[in-house]
Nanobody, 120 residues
Framework: QVQLVESGGGLAQAGGSLRLSCVASGTIFSINSMGWYRQAPGTQRDLVASIIRSGSTNYADSVKGRFTISRDNAKNTVYLEMNSLKPEDTAVYYC??????????????WGQGTQVTVSS
């Protein structure tokens, strides 16, 4: 079984910064992609940023230029650096990992979520 542990959420002022971390542990053959999603009250869960094995990244238009996704493959960890935060960024942020597990099957795993609150 694979477990994702998220950290770094909390309260920030508008214009401030936060850094989220997500560590994947367990029996992992390989990781294909890692990403961050978020869900605010009354909205669907949407992609914020993702990074694939080659290092290529993808961002939601609403966070381009403000957020940066990065990874440490040796530690099975993905980060989300969030700068110039806006109240609209307030949401629960979820880590997602697409990986090949111990049975050599490709599986998606989700973290439990971490709350990010941005005050005006």
């Amino acid at each position: 079984q694979v477990q994702l542990v998220e950290s770094g959420g909390g309260l920030a002022q508008a214009g401030g910064s936060l850094r989220l971390s997500c560590v994947a542990s367990g029996t992992i053959f390989s990781i294909n992609s890692m990403g961050w999603y978020r869900q605010a009250p009354g909205t669907q869960r949407d992609l914020v940023a993702s990074i694939i094995r080659s290092g290529s990244t993808n961002y939601a238009d609403s966070v381009k230029g403000r957020f940066t996704i990065s990874r440490d493959n040796a530690k099975n960890t993905v980060y989300l650096e969030m700068n110039s935060l806006k109240p609209e960024d307030t949401a629960v942020y979820y880590c997602n990992v697409h990986l090949r597990d111990w049975s050599s099957r490709f599986v998606y795993y989700w973290g439990q979520g971490t709350q990010v609150t941005v005050s005006s």
